[in-house]
């Protein structure tokens, strides 16, 4: 995706409602997918700002107002907003976490506003984790299917588990292969848009250190990622086009 095109979608994704309104333009993944990563940055760097002011949204909360107004004035997912509440209310987070996925612990009219929140919270929900396990799963199986149907042999995480390997790629190929002529040990699955924030933590935190190891690889955002991503040395990018494409395996090697 260009990044003009890119900049102005993650803009107008401003809430939910958004996605629906989107949904006919753009698939329905990718939208979840950039909300939720919106969502967790803005939520970050947002969280110690709503803190401070926890004391006085408990205030709020017990003289009538309802936890989606609040959630709404302070700017905050509905169910993070419930969190903060409960929690400055004397909760612990375990406890917390047990009425979000038991609501009838609770007296009836907290249990009815904590299912509209949970309703209105597509990133922090259980139904959401929910979802965003299903993307991962959905790429990875992705990924073992276009590497299955070329007959190209690899370990996977499982199989990887208990060695001495501490970090491990999705894929470890048995052999190296070539993808668009470049040489590749690895494929790492990704169900996140690789825009730029996305990219730069992946690479730190997995992917320089997989070519350290291995040797280079390849990232596959499933979702989408910019076309103009700066890759570090032995790190290659393609989002699910990657598909339609052939690995070479040694002595098979074309010219690009």
């Known amino acids: 995706m260009k990044f003009e095109e890119y ?36 939520v970050k760097k947002n969280y110690y700002r709503v803190k401070k002011n926890s004391r006085r949204m408990l205030s709020e909360w017990t003289k009538g107002k309802s936890i989606m107004s609040i959630s709404e004035k302070y700017g905050f997912p509905p169910v993070l907003t419930a969190m903060m509440l409960f929690l400055e209310d004397g909760a612990s987070k375990k406890e917390f976490w047990s009425y979000i996925n038991d609501p009838d612990l609770l007296e009836k009219e907290v249990a009815d506003e904590i299912r509209e929140a949970v309703e209105n919270d597509i990133v922090y929900s259980p139904d959401a984790n929910v979802r965003q396990k299903e993307r991962g799963l959905w790429g990875e199986d992705l990924l073992h299917q276009w590497l299955d149907g070329q007959k190209i042999k690899y370990r996977t995480e499982n199989d990887l588990r208990g060695t001495e390997t501490v970090k491990t790629p999705d894929c470890l190929l048995n052999e190296p292969v070539y993808y668009r002529g470049n040489k590749i040990c690895w494929v790492e699955s990704k169900a996140s848009f690789g825009d730029n924030v996305e ?58």
Request: with cysteine; charged share 35%.
């Open 7 to 42: 900049k102005e979608l993650y803009g107008s994704l401003k809430s939910v409602k958004d996605i629906k309104r989107l949904s006919g333009t753009y698939d329905e993944r990718l939208l979840d997918t950039l909300f939720t990563q919106k969502t967790n940055r803005e």
């Open 199 to 256: 990219f730069k933590i992946n690479s730190r935190k997995q992917l320089i250190p997989y070519t350290e190891l291995f040797g280079p690889g390849l990232v596959v955002y499933w979702v989408g990622c910019l076309d103009d991503l700066e890759c570090p040395e032995g790190v290659y990018v393609c989002d699910r086009s990657v598909t339609e494409e052939k690995l070479e395996k040694k002595g098979e090697r074309s010219v690009y």
